[in-house]
């Protein structure tokens, strides 16, 4: 080490010297040294062998060396005794299997490969869309399966086969004192119809469609009771309803938990801004010269918008406080601008269902029309409100983050709240504003005039939101993108070339999925099929978007973070969650069943089949169930949750404040390091200036 | 799957599957895509391990390596003699780390090689320049790459000293998730041209 005097600080070069052979790891010291003494212990010889070589790996020597450090470690090993020899093969092959067992799962995980592909073209703000696309696909499915074994296929057998069992006895209650009225349904109308109204009865889900398995009508409240073997449906029916969703919440946060948890430890999306995006924004798995020229342009974006947010924030502190109030009050305005518009089409939401449901009568496609008007409203007011929200924003100049979030927040608020109104709008006509005296609802307390079975009525106005949803986005996709491109491609005008190719915006792609699982969800407890059409349909998305992003789309210059991204879609998805529980019990709570139609025809609410079953079970049961109910159960553990959040909230606060401890003393040990290095510099000065007088 | 190849011995089959993440089969895909870059150069034959070097421009026109504005790098870090010429060794060790099963911290040092491109074993501020230079294709102004520069020294050196160390790179990379994408997704693409070279 030739550090001479008049080339550098001898010190420092020490001081570089020592860092290189810190820097070597440690874990191969460690495996040398084990080494020396594994003659004591032959047993963990086999262990050894595969941890030594899987160290080896990661050890970032040259492949030489890497092959001499392996040379070394054979050659010291000790001579093996054939039951050890065998061991050491067997824990080879072991590995063999987890090896080639790890490749089947990647072949069998469902699009594993697509979506590497995705996420190299496009980028992880694109790819986690379409991971949450599959994992609403598998949620769906396993719920479909979770219906099926408990109330579609029970009521198929039962009503197949259920008379073939000897001493059954199949209790189809009907009710004894309603009036004759009630009891009046008639989905199949009698009569020569037109054939295209076939199309429309598929399309809306009347008449043919209307008495299946598909809605929640058809369902029979049979209770079956053999010899060692009884079968509720209609507890059935209303368990499985709420386990489904209580299965769907437990997915959500579990998924949530682990996607937050990367999103905390990597401190949110603020700190280590530009190191991140310039160590971490290359992605080496771009292949070909266009997407690494769109790549390249992706990174000089995200640098220069967050140089300009830079600026803007400085810009922002230097304003006076008049330019201040300006600006606040003009904010204030447009959020009640805002608020305006949204209220405006909520207005005509209410507006649309209420048309459409009186008047039902008209046959052929204007019926259809009449029918689809609330999806048709609703989707319309989707579309036109966030445009005119955008346009606000402008006018608001909000950081750009800043705009983002508040976009995706209104657009929300928009999307499921538009449901809360359809839904309330058709609460309010089935109960006829709550009055119980009107003449429709006198009778049978609700209104059975135009809904002679609601729940089938409600189970319809889902399927049509469902299927409306779906081929609003083919329709989109066939007369909007597909078209856009060829022009844009074959048009080489300048305007036409301004406006470009169009890029897949993550947001309002998520807020659809989120709005169409709502809607799964809300619909599930009327139309138990309602999960089987949704995987469908998802599947199909999956192949319609992959196909319209390859062809179609751009890399989009702003791209989503996404981890961060995850965990937002969760929560918005967690929202819609949360409103269709409320909606599953408040049908199951307060609405009076139909009389004519379902599983639970005889009840006066659907939850009063729980406590009606409860009272045959055991004593013991029964005094435990009523305690789980009670006060004395439920204050204490209210008490505990509260106090084990308390806890955790603290010890998460706590590891926060270590964590910024330990890196100041980072900061810390750099300075002392200089300060030491100085001195030896100095040192050695010293003592060798008189040495070579 | 049978010991029909004669191209390298069991051992060292053996040997480079402990210090690769590769299986046997991957193994020799690899050798037949390093043979198909200069089947000439190459001999089939690996058991008396011939010393045989591939030069940079070889490597650089790779599908993977081509348009990667740090190939140079790359192949430079890789490479025995640092100049870019990889041996068979060389380049299975290049794939290993760039292949989706090598940890994060592996990549992290290699990841940190990479970007250094004077050799000090310190990312200095000529080397954060030339690292955004390539990133951006030389589009950002003097003043923004300056600004830029400054504000990642800022961010992730702790021990002050104006450059970037081993320590405080690794200490940024843990906390960023994306950064395990620093590897060739389209590793599936050695199926693809196997299929293409027996198919000759």
């Known amino acids: 080490m030739d550090g001479g005097l008049q080339r550098e600080d001898p010190g420092a070069s020490y001081f570089r010297e020592s860092l290189r052979l810190r820097r070597r790891p440690s874990r191969v010291s460690n495996q040398l040294n084990r080494d020396s003494s594994s003659d004591e212990d032959e047993e963990e010889d086999e262990v050894d062998g595969e941890d030594q070589a899987r160290e080896l790996r990661n050890t970032p020597f040259s492949m030489a060396l890497k092959k001499a450090v392996r040379q070394a470690q054979l050659m010291k090993m000790p001579v093996v005794s054939s039951s050890n020899s065998w061991k050491m093969k067997r824990s080879k092959i072991l590995r063999q299997l987890k090896s080639s067992a790890r490749d089947v799962v990647g072949y069998l995980t ?30 769906n499915f396993l ?32 009710c004894a004192d309603c009036a004759a009225e009630c009891m009046e349904y008639e989905p199949n109308p009698q009569g020569l119809r037109m054939f295209y109204s076939y199309f429309l009865d598929l399309l809306s889900g009347t008449h043919f469609m209307e008495y299946t398995y598909l809605f929640y009508g058809y369902y029979s409240n049979t209770v079956l009771e053999d010899r060692n073997f009884s079968y509720n449906i209609p507890l059935a029916y209303l368990l499985t309803a709420v386990f489904y969703l209580a299965f769907c919440l437990v997915c959500i946060i579990a998924r949530m938990g682990t996607a937050a948890r990367v999103a905390v430890v990597t401190g949110g999306s603020t700190v280590g801004n530009y190191s991140m995006i310039v160590f971490c924004g ?55 601008v805002a608020l305006g518009l949204i209220i405006a089409a909520f207005v005509g939401i209410f507006e649309a269902t209420n048309f459409s449901q009186e008047n039902r009568q008209e046959e052929g496609f204007l019926s259809l029309l009449l029918e689809y008007l609330p999806s048709i409203v609703i989707t319309a007011g989707n579309f036109v409100v966030p445009m005119l929200c ?39 006509q089935i109960t006829c504003e709550g009055d119980t005296e009107s003449q429709n609802c006198k009778l049978c ?28 986005s083919v329709a989109v996709l066939v007369l909007v993108e597909f078209p856009r491109r060829m022009v844009v491609d074959n048009w080489s005008n300048k305007l036409v070339q301004w406006f470009g190719r169009q890029q897949f915006t993550v947001p309002a792609n998520v807020l659809e999925l989120v709005y169409g699982q709502t809607v799964v969800w809300t619909g599930a ?34 791209t989503f973070r996404s981890t961060t991204s995850t965990v937002f879609f969760l929560m918005v998805l967690l929202i819609g969650w949360c409103l269709a529980a409320a909606v599953v019990i408040y049908s199951i709570a307060e609405i009076h069943p139909s009389i004519s139609c379902g599983p639970f025809r005889v009840s006066s609410n659907i939850w009063s089949i729980v406590p009606s079953s409860i009272l045959n079970l055991s004593e013991v049961t029964q005094e435990f169930l009523f305690f789980i109910g009670s006060q004395a159960f439920a204050i204490p553990l209210c008490v505990l949750s509260c106090v084990v959040m308390c806890y955790v909230i603290v010890l998460a606060a706590a590891y926060g404040k270590s964590v910024s401890l330990l890196r100041k003393r980072l900061k810390m040990e750099g300075r002392d390091k200089q300060f030491l290095v100085k001195q030896i510099g100095e040192l050695t000065r010293k003592l060798q200036i008189p040495n070579s007088e | 799957m049978g010991n029909k190849q004669t191209i390298f011995t069991a051992q060292q089959l053996d040997a480079y599957q402990d210090c690769t993440y590769f299986t046997r089969k991957e193994i020799l895909r690899l050798f037949n895509r390093y043979r198909d870059l200069a089947p000439q150069l190459v001999p089939l034959d690996y058991t008396n391990q011939p010393d045989v070097k591939l030069p940079y421009e070889l490597i650089g026109s790779m599908p993977e390596l081509k348009d990667n504005p740090f190939r140079q790098r790359i192949a430079e870090v890789f490479s025995e003699d640092g100049e870019g010429n990889m041996t068979l060794d060389d380049f299975l060790d290049m794939f290993s780390v760039l292949s989706e099963m090598a940890p994060r911290d592996l990549k992290a040092y290699y990841a940190f090689k990479i970007y250094d491109f004077n050799n000090d074993d310190f990312i200095c501020k000529s080397d954060l320049e030339k690292t955004l230079n390539k990133l951006t294709r030389n589009e950002l102004t003097e003043e923004e790459v300056r600004m830029v520069c400054e504000k990642v020294i800022d961010e992730a050196d702790l021990d002050n000293d104006g450059r970037l160390s081993l320590e405080d790179f690794q200490h940024m990379i843990v906390r960023a998730p994306d950064f395990l994408r620093m590897d060739w997704k389209y590793f599936n693409i050695l199926y693809f041209h196997l299929f293409i070279s027996l198919a000759r």
């Open chain 1, 445 to 472: 307390l609700y209104n059975h005039v135009d809904y002679p079975c609601w729940e089938t009525r409600l189970g319809q106005e889902m399927y049509k939101l469902t299927l409306f949803d779906f081929l609003v």
């Open chain 1, 525 to 558: 407890l009327f139309c138990p099929l309602l999960p089987l059409i949704s995987v469908v349909k998802f599947v199909l998305f999956f192949y319609f978007k992959k196909i319209n992003l390859f062809n179609n789309c751009r890399p989009a210059l702003r």
């Open chain 1, 143 to 174: 719920s479909f399966l979770l219906l099926a074994a408990f109330v579609i296929i029970p009521s198929i057998i039962f009503s197949r086969v259920g008379t073939s069992f000897s001493n059954t006895s199949e209790t189809l209650n009907l």
């Open chain 1, 110 to 139: 469902l699009w594993d490969k697509t979506l590497q592909k995705i996420g190299g073209n496009f980028g992880g703000g694109v790819q986690s869309y379409f991971l949450f696309l599959r994992f609403l696909v598998v949620l």
């Open chain 1, 282 to 336: 290359w992605d080496y798995g771009c292949l070909g010269d266009r997407a690494t020229k769109l790549k390249q342009r992706n990174v000089l974006y995200r640098l220069q918008v967050d140089l300009e947010e830079e600026a803007l924030k400085r810009r922002a502190a230097a304003r006076t406080l008049k330019q201040r109030v300006l600006l606040y009050s003009l904010r204030v305005a447009m959020f009640f």
């Open chain 1, 390 to 428: 955008d346009q606000i924003a402008l006018i608001e100049r909000y950081t750009p983050s800043t705009t983002v979030i508040l976009a995706l927040l209104r657009a929300v608020f928009l999307r499921l709240m538009s449901l809360a109104i359809l839904l309330i709008t058709l609460w309010q």
